[in-house]
T-cell receptor, first 115, second 112 residues
Framework: DGGITQSPKYLFRKEGQNVTLSCEQN?????MYWYRQDPGQGLRLIYY???????QKGDIAEGYSVSREKKESFPLTVTSAQKNPTAFYLC??????????????FGPGTRLTVL | QQQVKQSPQSLIVQKGGISIINCAYE??????FPWYQQFPGKGPALLIA?????SEKKEGRFTISFNKSAKQFSLHIMDSQPGDSATYFC???????????FGKGTRLSVIA
Protein backbone atom coordinates (compact mmCIF):
# COMPACT_ATOMS: atom_id res chain seq x y z
CA ASP A 1 0.00 0.00 0.00
CA GLY A 2 1.74 3.15 -1.22
CA GLY A 3 1.48 6.42 0.61
CA ILE A 4 2.75 8.78 3.26
CA THR A 5 2.65 7.90 6.93
CA GLN A 6 3.03 10.31 9.81
CA SER A 7 3.47 9.40 13.43
CA PRO A 8 2.31 9.87 16.00
CA LYS A 9 -1.23 11.03 15.20
CA TYR A 10 -1.39 13.00 18.46
CA LEU A 11 1.57 14.34 20.41
CA PHE A 12 1.70 16.21 23.67
CA ARG A 13 4.73 18.18 24.70
CA LYS A 14 5.70 20.03 27.81
CA GLU A 15 7.14 23.50 27.41
CA GLY A 16 10.90 23.42 26.93
CA GLN A 17 10.99 19.98 25.35
CA ASN A 18 12.09 19.10 21.84
CA VAL A 19 9.87 16.65 19.95
CA THR A 20 10.36 14.88 16.62
CA LEU A 21 7.55 14.17 14.18
CA SER A 22 8.02 11.29 11.80
CA CYS A 23 7.22 11.30 8.07
CA GLU A 24 7.82 8.28 5.83
CA GLN A 25 6.86 7.75 2.18
CA ASN A 26 7.08 4.72 -0.07
CA UNK A 27 6.08 6.55 -3.25
CA UNK A 28 9.69 6.94 -4.42
CA UNK A 29 9.22 10.72 -4.44
CA UNK A 30 12.31 12.91 -4.45
CA UNK A 31 10.77 15.98 -2.84
CA MET A 32 9.28 16.18 0.64
CA TYR A 33 7.70 19.05 2.55
CA TRP A 34 6.54 20.05 6.01
CA TYR A 35 3.59 22.39 6.52
CA ARG A 36 2.00 23.82 9.60
CA GLN A 37 -1.77 24.37 9.71
CA ASP A 38 -3.49 26.73 12.13
CA PRO A 39 -7.20 27.61 12.07
CA GLY A 40 -7.89 30.26 9.45
CA GLN A 41 -4.25 30.40 8.35
CA GLY A 42 -4.11 27.85 5.60
CA LEU A 43 -0.96 25.78 5.20
CA ARG A 44 2.38 27.45 5.83
CA LEU A 45 5.64 25.93 4.64
CA ILE A 46 8.22 25.09 7.31
CA TYR A 47 10.95 23.22 5.40
CA TYR A 48 11.28 21.32 2.16
CA UNK A 49 13.77 18.96 0.59
CA UNK A 50 14.15 18.27 -3.10
CA UNK A 51 16.87 15.65 -2.75
CA UNK A 52 18.55 13.53 -0.09
CA UNK A 53 20.98 15.39 2.17
CA UNK A 54 19.65 18.79 1.08
CA UNK A 55 16.82 20.95 2.43
CA GLN A 56 15.66 24.56 2.37
CA LYS A 57 13.86 26.79 4.83
CA GLY A 58 10.29 27.71 4.14
CA ASP A 59 8.34 30.73 5.34
CA ILE A 60 8.24 29.81 9.03
CA ALA A 61 11.39 27.75 9.72
CA GLU A 62 12.36 29.43 13.01
CA GLY A 63 12.22 26.98 15.91
CA TYR A 64 12.18 23.91 13.67
CA SER A 65 14.85 21.60 12.25
CA VAL A 66 14.84 18.75 9.73
CA SER A 67 17.08 16.09 8.28
CA ARG A 68 16.95 14.13 5.02
CA GLU A 69 19.32 11.19 5.33
CA LYS A 70 17.10 8.81 3.37
CA LYS A 71 14.83 9.37 0.41
CA GLU A 72 11.92 7.82 2.27
CA SER A 73 12.18 9.82 5.49
CA PHE A 74 11.94 13.50 6.42
CA PRO A 75 11.60 13.95 10.20
CA LEU A 76 10.73 17.34 11.70
CA THR A 77 11.99 18.41 15.12
CA VAL A 78 10.05 21.07 16.96
CA THR A 79 12.53 22.69 19.30
CA SER A 80 11.98 24.61 22.50
CA ALA A 81 12.77 27.77 20.52
CA GLN A 82 9.40 27.51 18.75
CA LYS A 83 7.26 29.81 20.84
CA ASN A 84 3.82 28.63 19.75
CA PRO A 85 4.12 25.04 18.51
CA THR A 86 0.56 23.87 19.09
CA ALA A 87 -0.74 23.14 15.58
CA PHE A 88 -1.55 20.47 13.00
CA TYR A 89 1.57 19.40 11.12
CA LEU A 90 1.35 18.00 7.61
CA CYS A 91 4.01 16.21 5.60
CA UNK A 92 3.82 15.98 1.82
CA UNK A 93 5.84 14.57 -1.05
CA UNK A 94 6.00 15.01 -4.82
CA UNK A 95 7.84 13.56 -7.79
CA UNK A 96 10.38 15.46 -9.91
CA UNK A 97 9.14 18.49 -11.76
CA UNK A 98 7.91 17.25 -15.07
CA UNK A 99 4.94 18.97 -16.62
CA UNK A 100 1.82 17.43 -15.18
CA UNK A 101 3.51 15.70 -12.28
CA UNK A 102 3.88 18.41 -9.66
CA UNK A 103 1.12 17.00 -7.48
CA UNK A 104 1.88 16.99 -3.79
CA UNK A 105 0.49 14.11 -1.78
CA PHE A 106 -0.19 14.70 1.90
CA GLY A 107 0.07 12.46 4.92
CA PRO A 108 -2.67 12.23 7.56
CA GLY A 109 -1.03 14.79 9.86
CA THR A 110 0.19 15.00 13.44
CA ARG A 111 -1.60 17.17 15.96
CA LEU A 112 0.88 18.63 18.44
CA THR A 113 -0.31 20.15 21.68
CA VAL A 114 1.92 21.93 24.15
CA LEU A 115 0.80 21.50 27.73
CA GLN B 1 2.89 39.04 1.60
CA GLN B 2 0.07 36.70 0.74
CA GLN B 3 0.64 35.43 -2.77
CA VAL B 4 -2.66 33.59 -3.16
CA LYS B 5 -5.83 35.22 -1.86
CA GLN B 6 -8.87 33.00 -1.39
CA SER B 7 -12.48 33.95 -0.82
CA PRO B 8 -14.89 33.52 0.80
CA GLN B 9 -13.61 32.31 4.14
CA SER B 10 -16.78 30.29 4.67
CA LEU B 11 -19.69 29.30 2.47
CA ILE B 12 -23.08 27.75 3.10
CA VAL B 13 -24.88 26.20 0.13
CA GLN B 14 -28.15 24.34 -0.19
CA LYS B 15 -28.01 20.74 -1.35
CA GLY B 16 -28.15 20.68 -5.14
CA GLY B 17 -26.80 24.21 -5.46
CA ILE B 18 -23.56 25.49 -6.94
CA SER B 19 -20.61 26.25 -4.69
CA ILE B 20 -18.13 28.81 -6.00
CA ILE B 21 -14.76 29.56 -4.42
CA ASN B 22 -12.41 32.17 -5.85
CA CYS B 23 -8.66 32.67 -5.76
CA ALA B 24 -6.39 35.42 -7.03
CA TYR B 25 -2.64 35.28 -7.40
CA GLU B 26 0.13 37.81 -7.84
CA UNK B 27 3.14 35.92 -9.17
CA UNK B 28 2.96 35.57 -12.96
CA UNK B 29 5.57 32.79 -12.80
CA UNK B 30 3.01 30.44 -11.28
CA UNK B 31 2.40 27.57 -13.65
CA UNK B 32 0.27 25.09 -11.75
CA PHE B 33 -2.96 25.68 -9.86
CA PRO B 34 -4.39 22.79 -7.80
CA TRP B 35 -7.36 22.64 -5.50
CA TYR B 36 -7.25 20.50 -2.38
CA GLN B 37 -10.12 19.16 -0.27
CA GLN B 38 -9.62 18.54 3.43
CA PHE B 39 -11.93 16.83 5.90
CA PRO B 40 -11.53 17.51 9.64
CA GLY B 41 -8.52 15.78 11.15
CA LYS B 42 -7.26 14.54 7.79
CA GLY B 43 -4.57 15.61 5.35
CA PRO B 44 -5.58 17.54 2.22
CA ALA B 45 -6.25 15.53 -0.92
CA LEU B 46 -5.87 16.77 -4.48
CA LEU B 47 -9.25 17.45 -6.03
CA ILE B 48 -8.50 18.95 -9.43
CA ALA B 49 -5.71 21.01 -10.98
CA UNK B 50 -5.16 23.25 -13.99
CA UNK B 51 -2.33 24.80 -15.93
CA UNK B 52 -2.58 28.26 -17.52
CA UNK B 53 -2.69 26.98 -21.09
CA UNK B 54 -6.38 26.08 -20.67
CA SER B 55 -9.24 28.22 -19.41
CA GLU B 56 -11.39 25.48 -17.92
CA LYS B 57 -11.08 21.93 -16.66
CA LYS B 58 -13.94 19.73 -15.59
CA GLU B 59 -13.88 16.50 -13.61
CA GLY B 60 -17.31 15.21 -12.68
CA ARG B 61 -19.11 17.84 -10.61
CA PHE B 62 -15.92 19.88 -10.11
CA THR B 63 -14.79 22.57 -12.55
CA ILE B 64 -11.86 24.96 -12.45
CA SER B 65 -12.19 28.21 -14.39
CA PHE B 66 -8.96 30.05 -15.08
CA ASN B 67 -8.53 33.68 -16.18
CA LYS B 68 -4.86 34.32 -16.93
CA SER B 69 -5.22 38.04 -17.70
CA ALA B 70 -7.04 38.68 -14.43
CA LYS B 71 -4.77 36.30 -12.50
CA GLN B 72 -7.77 34.57 -11.03
CA PHE B 73 -9.08 31.03 -10.85
CA SER B 74 -12.13 29.52 -9.28
CA LEU B 75 -13.61 26.20 -8.23
CA HIS B 76 -17.22 25.40 -9.06
CA ILE B 77 -18.96 22.47 -7.41
CA MET B 78 -22.16 21.60 -9.25
CA ASP B 79 -25.05 19.80 -7.55
CA SER B 80 -23.39 20.28 -4.14
CA GLN B 81 -23.94 17.44 -1.68
CA PRO B 82 -23.62 17.24 2.13
CA GLY B 83 -20.61 14.96 1.59
CA ASP B 84 -18.86 17.90 -0.08
CA SER B 85 -18.79 19.72 3.25
CA ALA B 86 -15.08 20.26 3.87
CA THR B 87 -12.39 22.89 3.73
CA TYR B 88 -11.10 23.72 0.27
CA PHE B 89 -7.70 25.20 -0.46
CA CYS B 90 -6.46 26.71 -3.67
CA UNK B 91 -2.74 26.71 -4.30
CA UNK B 92 -0.16 27.70 -6.86
CA UNK B 93 3.40 26.79 -7.73
CA UNK B 94 6.03 27.25 -10.37
CA UNK B 95 7.11 24.31 -12.49
CA UNK B 96 9.93 22.15 -11.15
CA UNK B 97 8.96 20.79 -7.75
CA UNK B 98 8.70 24.19 -6.12
CA UNK B 99 6.62 24.31 -2.94
CA UNK B 100 2.94 25.09 -3.22
CA UNK B 101 1.69 28.45 -1.96
CA PHE B 102 -1.72 27.98 -0.38
CA GLY B 103 -4.72 30.21 0.06
CA LYS B 104 -6.15 30.41 3.57
CA GLY B 105 -9.00 28.03 2.83
CA THR B 106 -12.78 28.08 2.48
CA ARG B 107 -14.97 26.14 4.83
CA LEU B 108 -17.92 24.81 2.82
CA SER B 109 -21.10 23.58 4.46
CA VAL B 110 -23.75 21.98 2.27
CA ILE B 111 -27.10 21.83 4.04
CA ALA B 112 -30.10 19.70 3.13
Amino acid sequence: DGGITQSPKYLFRKEGQNVTLSCEQNLNHDAMYWYRQDPGQGLRLIYYSQIVNDFQKGDIAEGYSVSREKKESFPLTVTSAQKNPTAFYLCASSIPGQRGTDTQYFGPGTRLTVL
Amino acid sequence: QQQVKQSPQSLIVQKGGISIINCAYENTAFDYFPWYQQFPGKGPALLIAIRPDVSEKKEGRFTISFNKSAKQFSLHIMDSQPGDSATYFCAASMIGNTPLVFGKGTRLSVIA
